[in-house]
């Protein structure tokens, strides 16, 4: 989604700006600007596209020089990507960039346009806040945007500058995210730690609807109704170097070589004696015990690891646990209360539908508990308890590393609640733990034993149209988001299926040479998904399997096969999963497309 920067200080202004929001690039966007105040005027260079053609642009008409300003990436909402809709956006006296959505922009638009208010160039909501401020600013600055926030309504984060106000930047949010960085003598504001990383790691969260002014290189808050605040300087607890590619040609890649570390950091302090031990996250036994169901909700990925702990949770600790997407479960009317736990899964910590859903049930009374990737983000402040994955910056916007952990805290959760509630012995939890314990190692080496196996398997997709991921159990969970990986960053079509499902209706799409991938690593399943290979195979299908290094699986079986090393199957699906993200990333790569930055998508969806 779009992503807001902001300076002040003694640096350039204009680089500053388009340096952090290359480091917010992988947010997703469509067009780029910046608005600096240049010789006392705010000066505004906006272009549709890259922002590259926002610097080239400024080669050729002037880059904006000056001490204090604002900059935007556009993800359109509202209006095309074009230069005009890109942001800032001005009113007389007030300039704005804007991330999120205002919901009743088209009544103040009337408002303004009742009360003589008609120059509005783009087709955005937010040239209409930008308005709306010019409208009621009477000289005083904070007290406008407070007059504003009484009367805007949706998700959104502003920064602002007033052009009577020089060298001054203002910020506002109310649900979409916004730090503030404080550096020596110098301010940020950005949508995220890495656009600032570069320069200071010390950063200041916003809460909802406070107001920062930015002025002389240091920040004030204050509150909705004026008052002046406190707030604690936060430390980000990773350098710039995570921020950066390290060497590797992709995020994406470099996110997937550092899964063994992220899941080694995830649980490593969440285990006691050999034994899963969840309290300092407000988890024990007693609390675990406590639930009649539990519900996970999340979306994509995130939803997609709900899949996996669902089967987990259920085989260990015998509860009932119902997964759904929280765009459907919003607005379900859901039968949820206070005996039971709901866990939102979200590596961004602000996906607009999940942040709905943790409102919705806690006014049902029930538990809440957010495995969540960013430190501070919304659904991390409002939830009851929060298990914090440790997979540092994720930047590709195809998440691979936050998948992975979030798959790691499933199975410390299933643990422990299946050791609290009795269904499996201390012994069995060891055992399990500790294989746990020694999965990152067996990640590692499963990246180096196939990652060339599956670069040139990518290279008989490349010409695939569409394509089926199957698997049965555990595997069906899994494959779901492998086919999600494979289409979001190839562009192929590609759809999960319950391998035993598809003489229902699906087998019918099978032709020559469709590629099926076919995820085969539960031994009690395996003769059954064979025979579902066997089907697609008779009918003319390309067939790919990941299965493990043992499995009884020949070539006239299968085209190609990758192996993977055999654990336990529980734990399977941590090993599986990285073929699965092999095969998608190579085989964007080998079609030329953008991996980090897959087209129309965003990385965090703060809007609905
Ligand atoms: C796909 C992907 C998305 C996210 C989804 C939820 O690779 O990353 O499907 O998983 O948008 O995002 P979070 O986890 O931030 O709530």
């Known amino acids: 989604m779009c992503g807001i920067v902001g300076y002040v200080g003694p640096r350039d202004c204009s680089d500053v700006l388009i340096e952090a929001l290359t480091k917010l690039e992988y947010r997703g966007y469509d067009s780029a600007g910046i608005a600096v105040f240049e010789n006392g005027r705010i000066k505004v260079a906006k272009s549709k596209g890259r922002l590259t053609d926002l610097v080239e642009k400024m080669n050729k008409e002037g880059k904006p020089k000056g001490h204090a300003g604002i900059g935007h990436t556009r993800w359109a909402t509202h209006g095309e990507p074009s230069d005009v809709n890109s942001h800032p956006h001005s009113g007389r006296r007030v300039t704005i960039v804007h991330n999120g959505i205002i919901e009743n922009y088209k009544e103040i638009k009337q408002f303004l346009i009742d009360n003589d208010r008609t120059e509005f160039l783009s087709d955005t909501d937010t040239e209409v806040v930008a308005q709306l401020l010019d409208f009621y600013y009477d000289g005083d600055p904070v007290r406008c945007i407070r007059r ?14 007033f052009a009577d106000r020089p060298e001054t930047v203002y910020a506002v949010r109310c649900e979409s995210p916004l730090i503030v960085g404080q550096g020596k003598g110098e301010v940020f504001i950005a949508s995220d730690v890495p656009a600032i990383i570069k320069y200071t790691k ?49 995020f994406m890649i470099k996110e997937i070589h550092e899964q063994p570390t992220a899941v080694k950091t995830t649980i490593t302090p969440r285990i006691e004696n050999g034994l899963p031990d969840l309290s300092e996250c407000g988890i024990t036994p007693e609390t675990l015990r406590g639930f009649k169901n539990i519900f996970i909700v999340a979306c994509g990925t995130a939803m997609h690891a709900g899949m996996v702990g669902k089967y ?15 765009s459907e479960f919003r607005y379900r009317d859901p039968l949820i209360d206070e005996n039971d736990l709901v866990i939102i899964i979200s590596q961004s910590g602000e996906t607009a539908d999940s942040k709905a859903v943790l409102s919705l049930v806690k006014q049902r009374n029930a538990k809440t508990l957010a495995v969540v990737n960013v430190k501070g983000s919304s659904i991390a402040r409002e939830a009851d308890m929060v298990i914090y994955t440790h997979a540092g910056p994720e930047i590709a916007v195809a998440s691979t590393k936050a998948y992975m952990v979030q798959l790691s805290v499933m199975y410390l959760l299933a643990f422990e609640m299946a050791f609290a509630k009795g269904r499996i012995s201390e012994e069995e939890c060891r055992r399990l733990t500790l294989e746990l314990v020694r999965v990152p190692d067996i990640i590692d080496q499963t990246i180096k034993r196939i990652e060339n196996v599956c670069r040139y398997v990518s290279t008989k997709l490349i010409t695939a149209d569409s394509l089926l991921y199957i698997g049965r159990g555990l595997d069906y969970a899994l494959s779901m988001e492998g086919s999600l990986k494979l289409k979001e960053i190839s562009y192929i079509h590609s759809e999960s299926y319950a391998a035993g499902e598809l003489k229902h209706g699906t087998i019918s799409l099978i032709t020559e040479g469709m590629p099926v991938i076919a995820v085969a690593t539960q031994n009690s399943l395996f003769e059954k998904t064979l025979s579902n290979i066997k089907e697609v195979k008779a009918r ?14 020949d070539f006239d079986v299968a085209n190609y096969i990758v192996r993977i090393p055999r654990i336990s199957e529980m734990l399977m699906p941590m090993i599986a999963t990285v073929p699965m993200q092999l095969l998608a990333y190579y085989t964007s790569v080998n079609k030329g497309n953008d991996v980090d930055k897959p087209r129309n998508l965003a990385k965090s969806v703060t809007v609905e």
Request: glycine residues 8%; proline residues 1%; aromatic residues 6%.
């Open 540 to 553: 003319g299908a390309m067939t790919i399997v990941i299965c493990d290094q043992k499995a009884d699986i």
């Open 148 to 161: 504003v926030l009484h009367e805007i309504r949706g998700s959104f984060a502003l920064g602002i500058v």
């Open 312 to 326: 987990v949770i259920e085989k260990l600790a015998r509860v009932s646990v119902t997964v759904d997407i929280a």
């Open 202 to 250: 010390d950063y200041y969260l916003l809460d909802h609807k406070e107001i920062a002014v930015l002025r002389n290189g240091t920040v004030q808050f204050c509150s909705l109704h004026g008052r002046i605040i406190e707030k604690e300087l936060l430390t980000a607890d990773w350098d710039e170097d995570s921020a950066e590619k390290g060497g590797y040609p992709h």
